[in-house]
């Protein structure tokens, strides 16, 4: 057995020992020392194994861990595609739910993982929770990553799969297009609904689940949260590097940094989720503010117990899971009553 996988069923394990029981979304507050007693522990394991922290290494790692993590929450049925783009093509996967929603859109989901690692596995039991809590299908797509791929090539793979899952509405069956993503994959649906606005194009509603929104400056999240939790500034160095190459350059571009962006006025509503600790909690904020300051609809969900990424510990954490069932509740109502649906 490899060592991921003794690594998986050990937390599977943890989580039962501790009291892992869900707590309510708040607003947005921060109650100090209330991280999810999991989460606790999980951090200390995370200092205990600092490892090269490559672009290519972490990607290993992550897609390493995640995978053997899976466990494979039932939906109604999955199917892997092909995305043609003017690039080649894109790897994609479509989710069906077991009970439907009728006239439900489709939900294009970007996965999270810094734009350097990440993919349709690593992100598969999100996506099943995602899906069939909402009753509505969603399609994860695999974008091209850095440093194979940098700026802009994930942006334009959002962007132009989206463009290609608004002409496919009919032969899936759904109302209308919905966009979401977590963390880097938050960042591209927000700027893929952007563009798309602009185009005058209809997106139905964005899901952002702790996305990164401005690479342009430092907030008091990035240091409360930036050292020893489950997403540092040491890491996210890393990854803007292999993603942007001059991060200086690039920060204040609104398809990097979507907060510096002026909103649309036809921006999709949206449901933003944050984490209490979680140095993106501020970004996340800061983007609901944005989009409030515009007049786009906006709501947002605050998970004060957990931190960065808790979408990929649904399997060996409950209260993540039962955070990401909450999650797909509120986006279900949000999406099927939008009056673009």
């Not at 009291?19 to 999810?36: I, K, R, Y």
């Not at 690039?87 to 294009?108: E, K, N």
Request: charged share 20%; with cysteine; hydrophobic share 45%.
């Amino acid at each position: 057995m490899s060592a991921s996988r003794v690594k998986g069923r050990f937390l599977r394990g943890l989580d039962g020992m501790l009291d892992a029981g869900a707590h309510p979304a708040s607003p947005d507050t921060h109650a100090v020392d209330q991280l999810s007693p999991f989460l606790q522990v999980l951090r200390c394991l995370r200092r205990l194994g600092r490892r090269d922290g490559s672009a290519m290494a972490s990607r290993q790692r992550f897609r390493a861990d995640m995978v053997a993590f899976q466990a494979g929450f039932a939906v109604g049925s999955t199917q892997d595609l092909s995305i043609p783009t003017d690039q080649g093509s894109l790897a994609a996967r479509l989710y069906h739910p077991s009970s439907p929603a009728s006239l439900a859109p489709l939900t294009v989901f970007f996965h999270g993982g810094g734009f350097i690692m990440g993919d349709l596995d690593t992100h598969d039991d999100a996506c099943r929770l995602l899906c069939e809590g909402s009753g509505m299908p969603l399609l994860s797509v695999a974008y091209r990553l850095a440093p194979e791929a940098p700026f802009p090539a994930a942006v334009d793979d959002a962007v132009a799969s989206a463009r290609w899952a608004l002409k496919q509405l009919d032969a899936f069956g759904v109302t209308g297009l919905a966009l979401g993503g977590d963390s880097a994959g938050a960042n591209l649906a927000a700027v893929a609904a952007a563009r798309l606005a602009q185009e005058g194009q209809h997106v139905v509603a964005q899901l952002l689940i702790y996305p990164g929104t401005d690479l342009s400056q430092t907030r008091p999240s990035h240091a409360q949260f930036g050292a020893g939790y489950f997403l540092d500034r040491a890491e996210r160095e890393t990854f803007y590097g292999a993603y942007l190459g001059d991060v200086r350059a690039l920060a204040t571009d609104p398809r990097v940094s979507p907060l510096l962006a002026s909103v649309p006025l036809e921006m999709a509503s949206a449901l933003v989720v944050t984490a209490g600790y979680d140095m993106l909690k501020d970004e996340g904020q800061a983007y609901v503010h944005h989009l409030r300051r515009a007049d786009t609809p906006v709501q947002h969900l605050h998970f004060p117990r957990l931190g960065h990424a808790f979408i990929n510990l649904a399997s060996v954490h409950r209260e993540s899971r039962t955070a990401v069932a909450q999650i797909a509740r509120q986006w279900r109502a949000l999406a099927l009553k939008s009056p673009r649906n």
